[in-house]
């Protein structure tokens, strides 16, 4: 089950929910940074976030059928990351259309994955959000490119902060979902030892 999944590794959802939020914060606490920084700074985040994203597909290969949507949602990270790495000098509106579109690219693969989980677990729908959240963020920054520096920073900021909170949401649900199936894996088992 791609619930027992995540439960099972529902840290790696809380640290990638963090590290967003550290991102988004970052971003607000230096408004003046270049854009050089700010470029090098979501290499980082894409990077470690989809490194991450792999981490959580891989270890539950076995048990879950779907674990590709998480592999192919971490692939994208760690490639957007590595592409921004590769050109830190790029402009404004480059720099926009690489986070837009990996932003809508992860938001849709975040909304597959709810999809699949919906019958597994309860609160699938913090998962919808936060697909949303980046799927809304990059069709604006497509619609939007030339918009400045300042306030794409801004906007980067805030989405990965939302974002970054809808994950550490979704972390706990699905922690507490663990618990939960821990308890009725032991009872079934209980009961079948008793007939």
Same mark, same amino acid.
């Given at each position: 089950?791609?619930?027992?999944?995540?439960?099972?590794?529902?840290? $790696?959802?809380?640290?990638?929910?963090?590290?967003?939020?550290?991102?988004? @914060?970052?971003?607000?606490?230096?408004?003046?940074?270049?854009?050089?920084?700010?470029?090098?700074?979501?290499?980082?985040?894409?990077?470690?976030?989809?490194?991450?994203?792999?981490?959580?597909?891989?270890?539950?290969?076995?048990?879950?059928?779907?674990?590709?949507?998480?592999?192919?949602?971490?692939?994208? *990270?760690?490639?957007?990351?590595?592409?921004?790495?590769?050109?830190?000098? @790029?402009?404004?509106?480059?720099?926009?259309?690489?986070?837009?579109?990996?932003?809508?690219?992860?938001?849709?693969?975040?909304? @597959?994955?709810?999809?699949?989980?919906?019958?597994?677990?309860?609160?699938?729908?913090?998962? $919808?959000?936060?697909?949303?959240?980046?799927?809304?963020?990059?069709?604006?920054?497509?619609?939007?490119?030339?918009?400045?520096?300042?306030?794409?920073?801004?906007?980067?900021?805030?989405?990965?902060?939302?974002?970054?909170?809808?994950? $550490?949401?979704?972390?706990?649900?699905?922690?507490?979902?663990? *618990?939960?199936?821990?308890?009725?894996?032991?009872?079934?088992?209980?009961?079948?030892?008793?007939?």
């Amino acid at each position: 089950m791609l619930a027992k999944l995540l439960a099972v590794s529902w840290w $790696v959802l809380l640290v990638r929910g963090l590290i967003s939020i550290l991102f988004g @914060i970052s971003a607000y606490a230096w408004p003046g940074m270049t854009l050089v920084t700010l470029v090098s700074l979501f290499g980082a985040f894409a990077f470690l976030d989809g490194s991450f994203a792999v981490f959580n597909a891989f270890s539950g290969r076995k048990e879950n059928e779907n674990w590709w949507v998480l592999l192919l949602e971490g692939l994208l *990270g760690i490639a957007f990351g590595i592409i921004t790495f590769q050109a830190p000098g @790029i402009t404004a509106t480059v720099l926009i259309l690489y986070i837009a579109f990996w932003a809508m690219a992860t938001g849709v693969l975040r909304i @597959i994955l709810a999809v699949r989980l919906r019958k597994e677990i309860e609160g699938e729908w913090w998962m $919808v959000l936060a697909g949303l959240t980046s799927v809304v963020f990059g069709v604006l920054m497509v619609a939007r490119p030339g918009e400045g520096a300042l306030a794409v920073l801004w906007i980067v900021a805030t989405w990965a902060i939302v974002g970054g909170v809808f994950l $550490v949401v979704l972390a706990f649900k699905v922690k507490a979902l663990g *618990g939960r199936l821990d308890e009725l894996k032991k009872r079934l088992a209980d009961r079948h030892a008793r007939a």
